[in-house]
């Protein structure tokens, strides 16, 4: 080639060159350009669909589409809610929300199987009124120290049809044990590393050993349990299963105990089996010793009084919600004076003595303690008690929400050994055998807001160990029912009777 044509083809091929790379620049700043609006708009839909959903609510684990566990969705994910506190007017917030009639009882111990989620809420407290279960007041997002065994659930009620859909039916019904087995039927304990632990199962009338249901498995149910076979009392009621049994078949399902029955056979259970939980097996871990906590009503009575107080002096009971819901929309209606706001408290004092062999423990391990900056100590139990104003018919009109509890020995009988906990200096807390944890009427929360109470007779309601989280040897002393006059002067509780939660 001559050098002039070799000078020109490398122009040409220049040239060619970065006439390519400007078509591609161009074309890729085209795309990239549609690329990040899609991008954009994909965000933006899928922010948008998490608001939307933000807050939403179904119902899984139950037979039927009106009963199951509730899971609540936040930032995107399924999560679970905690038994804790769980009544019917959470419930009812629950199936309104769900479009349901109404909630015809809230479930506990994860009754439509184990939690496989992260607990999102806990300590709910709805006054029934909400549309919304997050619009209730409760912990915090994912603050929560429940377990896989305390799924809140619930059962809807539904419109008495003929054209009903087939996923929505009546929820299955309960029957005596001795309706449903032959009066031969026997119970085990087998499969424990150790004979105080096991599954329980059950033999009809000679056939094979099946395993009991562990869904909605409680320590009621285990103290019947261990009452029938003579094996001192329950420590725990664990739901899973033992030595890595793959479970097929169950024997029953459903079991429900008041507690006081002296065999299973008194006791109820589903009229057909369906266990939602697969290879989750009713438990016990038993002990030969076990605490007993009883309610002074006498104190109750004797201590009951009402007083005004201003909001101004209740910020540090508001932080633990231990007001009615009026006083925090106060709050935010009022927002220069809302301090100046007047409630009425109705204060009391509990007093419990352990009158058990061993001393009562909180169920939550120590490092899971919670320290309240207000009070300057840890508190240990959530739910050790509760105070309830109710209707004649039973139906709560107002409740006590005490955040959550410090146990400790405040009187100790001479034939104690002397008082062992103590809530100071994250001191170990308990109630020691024949000592008394007693929470004087002029302590933080030690009330019920009854402001908005009208005028009347009421029933009054205070229990302990009320969601039967920590073994008893029965539970039949753990609350005081009485009568209740309120009126706009003063306040009278009288004739109490002790019974259980």
């Known amino acids: ?180 087995l032959k009066p031969e039927f026997e119970v085990r304990l087998t499969g424990g590393r150790v004979p105080e632990e096991g599954k329980v199962e059950i033999r009809n009338n000679g056939s094979k050993w099946m395993p009991i249901c562990g869904d909605g498995w409680s320590l009621l149910e285990g103290n019947v349990i261990c009452k029938q076979l003579g094996l001192g009392y329950a420590l725990a009621a664990p739901q899973g299963h033992f030595n890595n049994d793959v479970v097929i078949v169950y024997g029953l399902s459903g079991v429900d105990c008041r507690g006081n029955e002296t065999n299973i056979k008194h006791c109820k259970a589903e009229t057909r089996i369906s266990c939602p939980g697969q290879e989750n097996v009713a438990g016990i871990i038993l002990e030969n010793q076990s605490t007993d906590l009883m309610i002074d009503s006498a104190e109750i009575v004797r201590s009951a009084y009402l007083e005004d107080r201003q909001l101004y002096f209740l910020q540090c009971a508001m932080e633990e919600n231990c007001l009615a819901s009026s006083a925090y929309r106060r709050q935010i209606e009022l927002p220069e004076a809302w301090h100046l706001e007047v409630r009425r408290l109705l204060r009391f004092t509990a007093r419990v003595t352990n009158i058990g062999n061993a001393p009562f423990r909180p169920a939550v391990p120590k490092h899971l303690w919670q320290f309240h900056q207000c009070h300057m100590h840890y508190h240990s139990m959530e739910v050790f008690a509760t105070f309830d104003v109710m209707s004649l018919e039973g139906k709560v009109i107002a409740e006590g929400h005490k955040a959550s509890f410090c146990l400790e020995d405040n009187e100790c009988s001479v034939h104690s050994t002397g008082p062992s906990f103590a809530c100071a200096n994250y001191g170990d807390q308990g109630v020691s055998v024949n000592c008394s944890d007693v929470y004087k009427h002029n302590i933080d929360c030690q009330w019920v807001d009854v402001t908005d109470l009208p005028v009347g007779q009421y029933i009054f309601k205070v229990a302990i160990n009320p969601e039967f989280k920590v073994a008893e040897k029965i539970f039949e002393n753990n609350a005081a029912v009485c009568e209740m006059v309120y009126t706009e002067t003063y306040a009278k509780i009288y004739n109490c009777e002790i019974t259980k939660p």
């Not at 044509?5 to 795309?31: D, E």
């Not at 905690?82 to 479930?107: G, N």
């Not at 008495?160 to 044990?177: A, C, N, Y």
Request: proline share 3%.
């Open 1 to 180: 080639f001559k050098p002039g044509s070799y000078r020109s083809g490398i122009k040409m091929m220049l040239k060619i060159t970065l006439f390519y790379c400007l078509i591609l620049f161009i074309i890729q700043s085209l795309f990239g350009e549609i690329l990040r609006r899609n991008k954009t708009e994909l965000i933006k839909k899928l922010l948008m669909k998490r608001r939307r959903n933000e807050g939403a609510i179904r119902l899984v684990g139950g037979r039927v589409a009106n009963e199951g566990n509730v899971e609540v969705m936040h930032k995107g994910k399924w999560g679970s809610v905690c038994d804790d506190e769980w009544d019917l007017r959470d419930a009812e917030v629950v199936c309104r929300q769900l479009k349901f009639l109404s909630a015809l009882k809230p479930t506990h111990s994860s009754l439509y199987g184990k939690s496989k989620n992260e607990f999102w809420m806990d300590n709910v407290y709805c006054d029934g009124t909400e549309n919304r279960l997050n619009k209730c007041r409760f912990d915090g997002w994912g603050a929560s120290d429940c377990t896989e065994e305390e799924a809140a659930g619930v059962v809807c009620q539904v419109p008495v049809e003929p054209e009903l859909r087939d996923d929505i039916r009546k929820p299955l019904g309960l029957s005596l044990f001795q309706d449903l």
